[in-house]
């Protein structure tokens, strides 16, 4: 989890839920989009078996995208089960967005 080392300017912060520290919230702030002005709240929640299992990437504030259902639940190839690699990196995810 290598996404706090090397934050991408896109990222405003990232808090770590004291309790359970599987769960990452991350407030977005894209710059050059039609997002652009806009502050997104995506919650991580990595699973026990991370990284042979994906994580699941939600977002709280709602948002339209082509790749964001109407759960604010990420739609990407790279997510699904049989498309999940274990050197996949939480970037590699943003970066689809």
């Not at 990452?24 to 078996?49: A, S």
């Not at 299992?53 to 699904?80: R, S, V």
């Amino acid at each position: 989890m290598h996404l706090k080392r090397s934050q991408p300017s896109f990222i405003g912060e990232i808090k770590v839920d004291e309790k359970d520290q599987r769960i990452w919230n991350i407030l977005l702030l894209p710059p050059r989009t039609p997002y652009k002005d806009g502050i997104f709240q995506l919650r991580i929640t990595f699973p026990v078996e991370y990284p042979f299992k994906a994580p699941q990437f939600c977002f709280i504030t709602p948002i339209y995208h082509p790749n964001i259902d109407e759960k604010g639940m990420m739609c990407l190839t790279i997510l699904q089960y049989d498309n999940w690699k274990t050197g996949t990196t939480i970037e590699k995810g943003n970066q689809f967005l």
